[in-house]
């Protein structure tokens, strides 16, 4: 049980236009879902926060208006690339984490993004 | 605040030697631990969590780590390396208690570790 997936795993781009990905749980509900980016050779590092129903919460240095964040329903969230540049290529990772389980993230496999 | 140090980006051990990483972490309130395994191009996979119930915990794979609170270290440990350990390794903090934390890891820089037959 607690599967996420991701699609796609790979994308590639060109620079200008904009790229969205999808996070689902599959087999759980997931009331809070987190965004993060990982460079390579480098750790992950929290994007967003979001909750069902409400806007996400960006961490600091993270610009809302370029990484659209949408979670629509307990088991989808998307986050969108808006205007990709080639600095925005990166592995995207997202979590979900179950109603009530704050100590527990399940996470997906992952989306590599190149941006041309 | 909170969060993680790995000490060594890489390590490299033999084919059934002991495997030992290092986590040490830094929390204003009590912490949960994890160890996460990636492999290339893949999410991460949750090897084991201290969630402030018994200090030494046992994961999957035959790894396991001890919490020590005196030392604020984390260190996960298996007795004999596989090759198929070969894999990137990632502590993670989160908090258990309210404030901007609650629910949400941080992450070490990772540690690579190399098996070699």
């Known amino acids: 049980g607690a599967v996420v997936s991701q699609h796609p795993s790979r994308v590639i781009c060109k620079s200008g236009t904009s790229v969205k990905i999808e996070c689902r749980s599959l087999d759980f509900q997931a009331t809070t879902m987190f965004w993060y980016r990982q460079f390579p050779k480098q750790s992950l590092m929290l994007m967003a926060t979001?909750?069902?129903?409400?806007?996400?919460?960006?961490e600091q240095g993270v610009e809302k208006d370029k990484f659209l964040i949408n979670h629509a329903s307990l088991t989808l969230s998307t986050l969108t690339v808006t205007s990709a540049h080639p600095e925005d290529s990166s592995f995207y990772i997202c979590?979900?984490?179950?109603?009530?389980?704050?100590?527990?993230?399940?996470f997906g496999p992952g989306t590599r993004l190149t941006v041309l | 605040a909170q969060s993680v140090t790995q000490l060594g980006s890489h390590v490299s051990v033999s084919e059934g030697a002991l495997v030992l990483l290092r986590c040490n972490y830094s929390s204003s309130v009590p912490p949960y631990l994890f160890w996460y395994v990636q492999y290339p191009n893949q999410g991460l996979q949750l090897l084991l969590k201290y969630t402030s119930a018994a200090t030494l915990v046992k994961g999957i794979n035959g790894f396991e780590a001890e919490f020590k609170k005196s030392e604020t270290s984390f260190h996960l440990t298996k007795p004999s390396a596989h090759m198929s350990d070969a894999a990137e390794y990632f502590c993670?903090?989160?908090?258990?208690?309210?404030?901007?934390?609650?629910?949400?890891?941080?992450f070490g820089q990772g540690t690579i570790l190399t098996v070699h037959p």
């Open positions: 993670a903090v989160t908090s258990n208690a309210g404030g901007t934390s609650y629910g949400k890891l941080t």
């Open positions: 979590s979900g984490q179950p109603q009530g389980y704050y100590n527990e993230q399940f």
């Open positions: 979001s909750n069902e129903g409400s806007k996400a919460t960006y």
